[in-house]
């Protein structure tokens, strides 16, 4: 763990939740408002409320990229030191809950890209050699109707790019108009890999 990791843990752990949640004249503040807030004073322990409302929930979209706990709790970790830095980035197009699925999303992409120990380009199934049968769109309820055990592990198999843009948009809910926002392409580039990602998986899928 580095210095700076762990001492933005420490800010975190530090944190006078009693004192925050007594007379709190923040818990009352959106999380836009709460974010200009922050940005504006650059305030570490303030920044630990917004850490107390989404802990949880990037935990649980960084564990489904980590092969363990402890594995996921350095993800999550990561995920907020690196958003404390970054958080200025937040221009308000979409709601930051939105945005910042999309930020998580796109750091376990990345840690998932670049850490050949865990091997998944080997399990992905390679775009350029799968054959596609299917002429015509997946439809949704297609996705719908999987069993949920098989169509994790399938998830598991397909590119972390393909993971990342069907959990954001069939578990968070992202809109396609949220999915370019956050992706910054087109709507039919949006479209054209929402289409070939659910193509992959329902192929993947169908070979367990």
Do not use: H
Not at 34 to 60: C, E, H, S, T, W
Not at 107 to 132: A, G, H, I, L, W
């Amino acid at each position: 763990m580095t210095f700076l990791k762990r001492l933005f843990l420490i800010l975190i752990n530090n944190l006078d939740k009693a004192s925050l949640e007594e007379n709190d004249p923040y818990s009352s503040l959106s999380d836009e408002q709460l974010v200009a807030q922050i940005v504006a004073n650059n305030n570490p322990m303030l920044f630990g409320k917004l850490y107390d409302r989404y802990a949880k929930m990037v935990y649980n979209k960084c564990y489904g990229f980590a092969k363990s706990d402890d594995e996921a709790e350095d993800l999550t970790q990561d995920v907020f030191l690196q958003l404390f830095i970054k958080l200025k980035m937040f221009k308000g197009k979409s709601k930051f809950s939105t945005w910042l699925y999309s930020f998580t999303y796109n750091f376990c992409v990345n840690y998932v890209n670049r850490n050949k120990q865990r091997k998944m380009s080997d399990k992905s199934v390679p775009m350029e050699n799968t054959e596609y049968k299917l002429s015509e769109e997946v439809p949704d309820e297609s996705l719908f109707e999987m069993k949920a055990k098989k169509l994790k592990k399938a998830l598991d198999l397909i590119t972390a790019e393909d993971k990342s843009i069907l959990l954001l948009k069939y578990q968070d809910g992202a809109s396609i108009k949220d999915l370019e926002t956050l992706l910054e392409i087109g709507e039919s580039a949006v479209k054209m890999r929402l289409k070939r990602a659910k193509e992959r998986l329902m192929e993947t899928y169908k070979t367990l």
